[in-house]
């Protein structure tokens, strides 16, 4: 038999089959992931290269952000346009800093394998803190509850008075698990959040943990000049800040000397 005379044979095969397989109760159908969405680079601004950036938000139309790395951790206030430091703290050697947010007058800030939280006043000082369970990575607050990422798909609903979980959804796109998110911000009703070394940002629907869209940031790394850490696997895209007064998204990365200001929609 000749090889076109297989290859005829093979494809009527193939055809009868997937005919067949909505007969037979499966689906030939294939799940669309999220769309995506664009941006537009309104504005960059200096950014310390030497913070290695686990959480960002905006505090006062200032900049405020959480670096990691063990003995380095730090709790910082910078100016939003020059990233001078205006304020900091820095964290015990043990503790790695994560996620952190502002709820009223206090700010919370994760630790990552330290299982504890700290709570401060807006001046930096450390008030309490509180036990979390397992790791901590992100962390937001949308006016009612804090919302922690642990690095798995799921995302925890805390009660901002006593801490204690209230509900939890697991992030999904065309049904299948996100896993890795990392850092979070609340903005528009919607939960932002980075993926640990994805150049993406999941943009989740807070009911049930759908991913709406996706923000593609690739191109954000390639306008860097070079630095001290780019040759770190770990200077990755992370930290998200919704600015109010512009309704504009500032994003960085781990070890980048620049942050941006970007207008997103579909």
Not at 7 to 13: E, F, G, L, M
Not at 14 to 29: D, E, H, I, N, V
Not at 259 to 264: G, P, Q, R, T
Request: aromatic share 10%; net charge negative.
């Amino acid at each position: 038999m000749d090889e076109s005379r297989i290859r005829t044979i093979v494809t009527a095969q193939l055809l009868r089959t997937l005919l067949l397989l909505p007969l037979l109760g499966y689906s030939t159908a294939v799940s669309a992931g999220a769309p995506e969405w664009h941006y537009r680079i309104v504005a960059e601004y200096p950014h310390d290269p030497s913070a290695f950036t686990e959480g960002l938000t905006v505090m006062d139309g200032h900049l405020l952000e959480s670096t990691g790395r063990y003995g380095s951790s730090m709790l910082v206030i910078r100016d939003l346009h020059s990233g001078a430091v205006l304020s900091s703290t820095k964290l015990d050697d043990s503790d790695f800093g994560e996620g952190t947010t502002v709820v009223g007058n206090r700010i919370v800030q994760l630790t990552w394998k330290s299982g504890v939280a700290y709570v401060y006043d807006r001046d930096l000082h450390r008030l309490d803190g509180f036990p979390i369970v397992g790791e901590g990575w992100g962390l937001t607050y949308n006016g009612h509850d804090l919302i922690e990422s642990d690095g798995s798909p799921t995302l925890h609903f805390l009660d901002p008075s006593s801490f204690t979980e209230t509900r939890h959804v697991e992030v999904r796109d065309a049904g299948k698990p996100v896993q890795q998110l990392n850092e979070l911000e609340w903005a528009g009703d919607r939960i932002y959040a980075n993926v640990w070394h994805d150049p993406r940002i999941a943009v989740i629907a807070p009911e049930d943990g759908h991913v709406i869209a996706w923000i593609d940031c690739g191109g954000l790394r390639r306008l860097l000049p070079p630095f001290y850490g780019n040759s770190d696997p770990e200077s990755v895209l992370n930290g998200i800040a919704f600015d109010p007064a512009t309704g504009h998204l500032l994003v960085t990365g781990k070890y980048w000397p620049r942050l941006f200001e970007l207008d997103v929609g579909p």
